[in-house]
């Protein structure tokens, strides 16, 4: 695998990457409490940094698929981010936060989507290794959720910009060490995207994919408040955190092998009925750290099994110069409008009920998306996709 595939410079994208997301996702919303920021207007705030995600893969992804420089343009995206940063550090009321946070969002959620493709394009035909690079972006999450929740037992929150800057940096420079790599599908007949998008089992998996992040925008957005307000310390909820992507990291090592031995759809399933069982722990039994443990431990199913069913089934819906777009859809609809409606809501919702309301609304929005998936991707999904579209395609010359 080393021999052709550039293992450690494409895991060190993923490294840096989620490391950064190992700041933003646990202590971006305790930072902005900091600046005197209530419950709805942080939802509000952390709704605009997710609804990037919905303009910016989009974007980014037709000028990628358009150019077929799917690195130049991810190298243009990491450098711009740190530079829409530094408006963070000037920032005080709600409407200059949120347009600091709408630039640098806009560059930032731009570059992984393509990234996940330039992936697969190395890996080619061992896309089932995809979960042995990307668990190092999981290392670098752990890395910094760890660390810098014991930083904050003895420092103010404002230490989070210097660090934020300087993985933004990590990040760009990890990008010129990642090698171009053209599909070797970008030549073979496929199905416009248009006719994709009418698929119902396409439609399905994007609502799948809306729901279950959706019931992590309050996770995202309120957890480390929540905990806190129960006693728990800021080094132990970096802890906790740090376990749910620990527990991640198991589940994306074993995932090769589980695709194989159970099947993609079954995992889906599994990981939606386990979702709604952690997100029901955290509503109602937080005030135990046991319980906590537990539901932290389940992070395995409510994001390791389904991010990596979810990246399977798109890279097996969307061929050739849909790769990248299929990529963006999958970001912009799953990780931006997903979590920028989870958070926006429970912005609102915490404000009224605290965490067990929105955690509630977390379990909720999980077992809706287990009925779509249950009702609406059948086990023959790929074959229902792909077979009929591009019947209808002329065979290449």
């Not at 009321?93 to 806009?106: I, P, R, V």
């Not at 089932?128 to 999450?141: A, K, N, P, Q």
């Not at 119902?200 to 799948?208: I, N, Q, S, T």
């Not at 977390?362 to 998306?369: E, H, N």
Request: charged fraction near 10%.
């Amino acid at each position: 695998m080393r021999g052709r595939i550039p293992y450690f410079r494409l895991s060190g994208f993923y490294f840096f990457y989620f490391a950064t997301l190992g700041v933003v996702m646990p202590y971006w919303a305790v930072y902005l409490q900091s600046l005197g920021f209530g419950g709805a207007t942080i939802g509000e705030l952390m709704a605009v940094l997710a609804a990037t995600k919905i303009i910016a893969p989009n974007v980014w992804g037709w000028i990628a698929d358009r150019s077929g420089r799917l690195v130049r343009v991810i190298r243009l995206a990491a450098l711009l981010a740190p530079a829409c940063f530094t408006a963070t550090f000037f920032a005080r009321d709600a409407a200059s936060m949120a347009l600091a946070m709408a630039g640098f969002g806009f560059f930032w959620n731009a570059a992984l989507p393509q990234f996940e493709a330039v992936t697969l394009n190395h890996l080619g035909d061992q896309s089932h290794r995809y979960t042995r690079i990307r668990l190092w972006g999981s290392l670098g999450f752990i890395t910094t959720v760890g660390s810098l929740g014991m930083v904050l037992e003895h420092a103010r929150p404002a230490v989070i910009l210097p660090v934020l800057m300087g993985l933004y940096g990590a990040i760009w420079l990890t990008s010129l060490t990642v090698p171009e790599r053209v599909s070797h599908q970008r030549q073979q007949a496929q199905a416009s995207l248009k006719r994709l998008l009418r698929k119902r089992e396409v439609l399905a998996l994007f609502g799948v994919c809306f729901l279950v992040q959706a019931s992590h925008g309050p996770y995202y957005t309120f957890f480390t408040i929540y905990l806190q307000q129960l006693g728990y310390s800021s080094g132990v909820v970096g802890q906790l955190w740090a376990l749910g992507v620990a527990a991640e990291i198991g589940i994306f090592l074993a995932m090769p092998r589980l695709m194989r031995g159970v099947g993609t759809r079954r995992l889906l399933l599994a990981a939606l009925a386990l979702s709604v069982v952690r997100w029901t722990g955290t509503a109602t039994l937080a005030a135990y750290p046991a319980a906590v443990v537990a539901a932290q431990t389940l992070h395995l199913a409510s994001f390791g099994i389904n991010h990596a069913v979810a990246i399977d089934y798109i890279h097996r819906f969307f061929r050739g110069r849909n790769q990248g777009r299929g990529q963006a859809l999958y970001s912009s609809i799953g990780f931006g409008a997903g979590v920028a409606a989870g958070s926006l809501a429970s912005g609102y919702v915490w404000d009224l009920g605290g965490g067990p309301a929105i955690f509630g609304m977390a379990a909720a929005l999980a077992a809706a998306a287990l009925l779509l998936a249950a009702l609406a991707i059948p086990p023959d999904a790929e074959q229902r996709v792909n077979e009929p579209a591009l019947r209808t395609l002329p065979r290449a010359v």
